[in-house]
């Protein structure tokens, strides 16, 4: 059984700088590509950030600069440092791990960015 969990979620100030965390655990494989999505409140889940294994990393415009996609290989565990948030980050941030030809979703984890 897969399980992929993320945390680090919670209330942030404007311009706050927290940590999102996401674990995977299980007979899962060798991952390939590890991701964040968000879904803003009323809006589809987005896409905000990935990394392949060798370490190649994208973003969606709206985070260049601000946000960070980093991963554990041996743990099998991704991050995403946020930066400078803005109320219009405030969203359900998802991780997604793709173990070809499978792809595993967490569970999701609430950022709100108010003050």
């Known amino acids: 059984q897969v399980q992929v969990m993320e945390s680090g979620g919670g209330l942030v100030q404007p311009g706050g700088s927290p940590r999102l965390s996401c674990a995977a655990s299980?007979?899962?494989?060798?991952?390939?590509?590890m991701g964040w999505y968000r879904q803003p409140p009323g809006k589809e889940r987005e896409f905000v950030a990935s990394i392949t294994e060798g370490g190649t990393t994208y973003y969606v415009n709206s985070v260049k600069g601000r946000f960070a996609i980093s991963r554990d290989n041996p743990r099998n565990t991704m991050y995403l440092q946020m930066s400078s948030l803005k109320p219009e980050d405030t969203a359900v941030y998802y991780c997604r791990v793709q173990a070809a030809p499978m792809h595993y979703w967490g569970q999701g984890t609430q950022v709100t960015v108010s003050s």
């Open positions: 299980g007979s899962i494989g060798t991952i390939n590509v």
